[in-house]
Each structure stands twice: as C-alpha cells, then as structure tokens.
C-alpha cells in the first residue's frame, strides 16, 4: 500500500539556519503530495502542496519540489526563524472514494532557538 | 470563521468507562475523518464518513465507533476505553478544490481532543 517515509527528527537549528526536512513516498501513479504543519497546542493546517510531477509548491518561505525520478518531496526552507518550531507531516492521498484519507510520515518536530 | 470544533480538548477517563468526543464542522464538506496520532507513527486514520449515514473503517477502527446523523457532526465513540487507546485525536473534514490533473483535496483538522484511559 500508499507510504510516507520522512527523515527521523528531532530537528534543532538555530536561527536563519538552513532547514531540510526529507520525504519520500511509495504510491501507484502520481499523486498530490503535501506538508502539513502542526505548531504547538493546534491541529495540523496545510502548508504547501504539489498535485503533479516537478510542480514545486510553496508557501510562508518553505519550499518542496515534487520529483518522481527520486520519489521525493523534501522540505527546504533558507532562514527559518523561531515560529517555524513545530512537527511537520509529509502526506499524501489515498485517492479514488476514499479521496479525503491522508497517509502521513511519522512526522518531524523541529525545534528553532534564537 | 471556517472550522472545526473537538471538544473535549483534554480527557482523562478510567478503563470501560464510556465516552464520546464531539466534533463539528462549518464548512459544509462531505467527508469527515477521525485520526489518532502517535509518537513515531504519524496520524493514522480510524474512521470515514463520506455523507450523512455513511461510515467506513480506516486503518485503526478496532474499539471505536462513530455516527453521522448530520452533516456538520461527527462524534466519535469509545463503548470501552482501555489503555492502549491514550492518544491524540484529531477531526478534520475534507473538500476537494480544482479541477483536472490539478484537482486535490485539503483537509481541515480540528484542535484535538488529549485523551488518557487509565
């Protein structure tokens, strides 16, 4: 079956630091991928997303290209700052009837210090 | 204000005691979904509901139930709580936006509901 693999956390960085956060997937054909954020005390809220392949998605300076050569989704973002801190989910849909399911990776907290 | 609504937010219940979460959503989307997440393991799907009196297992449904008698409500139900089934909990509903190869679903998740069974 669909599965979400991302890289084991925690992550702590600080400031302006360089974040990359890897996703890679299993799925039959190609399709939508997403990160989801969830900051502390909330639910999760989407972040960005790619509905194709090469399509690169982005959003609040976070990045992540959709590559199917590699199938990859990583998350990249140049200068994080403290109120990036939170657990990211790479996700992607189950499709067909079920269309609203989501498989998420294990999820990465990432810790931002001044 | 587009949401959705856990409540309780926090819950600490004894083992075989009943309990129900609630959840509500304003948004008027078909698809509603319960998850559970858990350290290493992401959130993982319990329960579905595609529209009003229809429910489906998700990935983890042993020990839950769930009804969806409306379309903005769906409550998810522990008959028997045990141990095992401390976790977050997380509502969302979805909708599907776009059309053709550019078409997806985004779902909206509630705040989650902090449940201990001791």
């Known amino acids: 079956g669909d599965s979400v693999t991302q890289m084991e956390g925690p992550v702590t960085l600080s400031e302006e630091a360089f974040l990359t956060i890897n996703c890679t997937y299993t799925a039959t054909g190609y399709p939508s991928l997403f990160w989801y954020v969830q900051y502390p005390g909330e639910g999760l809220q989407l972040l960005l997303k790619?509905?194709?392949?090469?399509d690169k998605g982005s959003n609040k300076g976070f990045e992540a290209t959709y590559r199917k050569e590699t199938t990859s989704f990583h998350l990249e973002k140049g200068s994080v700052q403290v109120s990036d801190s939170a657990v990211y989910f790479c996700?992607?849909?189950?499709?067909?009837?079920?269309?609203?399911?989501?498989?998420f990776g294990q999820g990465t907290i990432l810790t931002v210090h001044p | 204000e587009a949401q959705v609504t856990q409540n309780p937010r926090y819950l600490i219940t004894v083992t075989g005691k009943k309990l129900t979460v609630t959840c509500s959503q304003n948004?008027?989307?078909?698809?509603m979904s319960w998850y559970r997440q858990d350290p290493g393991l992401g959130l993982r799907q319990i329960y579905y509901s595609m529209n009003v009196e229809v429910t489906d297992k998700g990935d983890v449904p042993e020990g839950y139930k769930v009804s969806r008698k409306e379309k903005r409500n769906f409550p998810l139900i522990l008959e028997s709580p045990s141990p095992n089934q401390t976790s977050l909990y997380f509502c969302?509903?979805?909708?599907?936006?776009?059309?053709?190869?550019?078409?997806?679903?985004?779902?909206?998740f509630g705040q989650g509901t902090r449940l201990t069974v001791v």
């Open positions: 948004m008027n989307h078909e698809y």
């Open positions: 790619a509905t194709k392949a090469d």
């Open positions: 996700a992607l849909p189950a499709g067909g009837t079920s269309y609203g399911k989501l498989t």
């Open positions: 969302a509903s979805s909708l599907r936006v776009g059309k053709g190869p550019d078409r997806y679903t985004e779902a909206f």
